[in-house]
């Protein structure tokens, strides 16, 4: 499966700690995009990570990409309890007649007030 | 503020009853995603569109759904006959792609309840 995974499952912290979130994949990406979603609501992109870069930064979030480990991570620094979410990391996965992104199975963030 | 709508929001059929799902994508993407959400299967990408012409829906049941573009602000998802194991969430997602594959853009989703 090309199916990027994430990594912890599930994460609960103390509003104002930050948060890590890792993904893994198996196959060489164009890029890599982060999603949130609220529960009941669609998915929201976060930030997108193209294969040439190993560092991006949108407000809080912080994104890294090791394409040599197929691993990226996220960083959401001073949490608070509305970043409370399940976080897809998704790839590119190139194929002959277009691209499409393919989705992991989430990590469910928990923020406690 | 663009944003991607779809119809109906929930649903709750019987089943062997026909379902229409209907999305309307943001004006000017050239490129439509359908997606199914269940706790057990995660986030399935089921088929997608790029200028409205098909470019892959493997991800399909192909006897029982079907998806069409009749036209640019408009991409329909039918499930005909609906079954209990069909119950799920279904995302509709539109974005811009040339090469590559861009940021997506998603619907609210329609909450599809078979019996």
């Known amino acids: 499966s090309q199916q990027g995974e994430e990594d912890p499952q599930a994460l609960s912290i103390q509003e104002g700690e930050n948060a890590t979130m890792n993904c893994s994949y198996k196959?060489?990406?164009?890029?890599l995009q982060w999603y949130r979603q609220n529960s009941g609501r669609g998915l929201v992109h976060l930030i997108l990570?193209?294969?040439?870069?190993r560092e991006k930064h949108s407000g809080r979030l912080r994104v890294t990409l090791d394409t040599s480990k197929k691993s990226s991570s996220l960083l959401i620094t001073a949490s608070r309890a509305a970043d409370t979410a399940s976080y897809f990391c998704?790839?590119?996965?190139?194929?002959?007649?277009?691209?499409?992104?393919?989705f992991g199975e989430g990590t469910q963030l928990t923020v406690n007030p | 503020d663009a944003r991607v709508t779809q119809t109906p929001r929930h649903k709750v059929t019987e089943m062997g009853q026909e379902v229409t799902m209907r999305c309307q994508p943001i004006?000017?993407?050239?490129?439509v995603f359908w997606y199914r959400q269940t706790m057990m299967q995660g986030l399935e990408l089921l088929a997608y569109?790029?200028?409205?012409?098909?470019?892959?829906d493997s991800g399909m049941p192909k006897d029982r759904f079907s998806a069409e573009m009749p036209d640019a602000t408009l991409a329909t998802l039918k499930i005909q006959p609906s079954e209990p194991r069909d119950s799920a969430v279904y995302f509709c997602?539109?974005?811009?792609?040339?090469?590559?594959?861009?940021?997506?853009?998603f619907g609210p989703g329609t909450r599809l309840t078979v019996l």
């Open positions: 998704a790839t590119d996965f190139k194929e002959t007649s277009g691209s499409r992104l393919t």
């Open positions: 990570i193209r294969s040439n870069e």
């Open positions: 004006l000017g993407h050239n490129t």
């Open positions: 997602a539109s974005g811009f792609q040339g090469l590559r594959t861009d940021t997506q853009y």
């Open positions: 196959t060489s990406i164009n890029n």
């Open positions: 569109f790029r200028n409205r012409a098909p470019l892959d």
